[in-house]
């Protein structure tokens, strides 16, 4: 028996999962942001409100620099730095708060232990695409400078040998031959 080949328009096998939910990133366009599910503020347990906030700020703010990488906006990017060091601060304080009562986590009613746990995918997905940009972001940066790198070099390959004034311009691939035949 034989197998089957695969139709030629089949879309061809990849090496990672892609999430049902992805959605394409292309830089230079805005995107609005999926929606943060819901928290209802008032069940959180009062222990876990600090860390909720934290998500939430942290949350914001990487939509809003996703935003930025999208439209390629390096300006408003470097500008969210100081912010983005301080809520990634927090977020790591109000966790490390929070683990070090593990038994409060378990103490919220299931319901609200869902709701953290959707805001906090939530957060990984965004942090998640915020490395992809940031990456696609540096990668374009590397490829523009190479491209002026080698036109720079091409332009100097081809430099003639000879100044005005008759001077040899010597560089790694020049050389000079006479006739003495004559």
Request: net charge neutral; aromatic share 4%.
């Amino acid at each position: 028996e034989t197998a089957a080949a695969p139709a030629p328009d089949a879309a061809p096998p990849q090496s990672q999962a892609v999430p049902a939910d992805a959605r394409p990133i292309r830089l230079g366009q805005a995107a609005q942001a999926a929606p943060r599910p819901a928290v209802d503020m008032a069940t959180l347990p009062p222990h876990m409100l600090p860390m909720v906030e934290a998500i939430i700020m942290y949350d914001e703010l990487l939509v809003e620099e996703n935003g930025y990488l999208r439209a390629c906006d390096s300006k408003s990017v470097e500008a969210l730095q100081p912010r983005k060091q301080s809520a990634t601060k927090l977020y790591n304080d109000r966790l490390r708060t929070l683990l070090s009562d593990p038994a409060g986590m378990r103490s919220a009613p299931p319901a609200v232990r869902d709701q953290v746990m959707a805001l906090i995918k939530c957060l990984e997905s965004r942090c998640n695409e915020n490395a992809t940009l940031l990456k696609a972001s540096m990668e374009a940066t590397e490829k523009v400078f190479g491209v002026i790198n080698n036109a720079v070099m091409e332009a100097r390959r081809r430099e003639a040998l000879y100044t005005r004034s008759g001077a040899v311009h010597w560089g790694p691939n020049n050389a000079v031959a006479y006739n003495a035949t004559a």
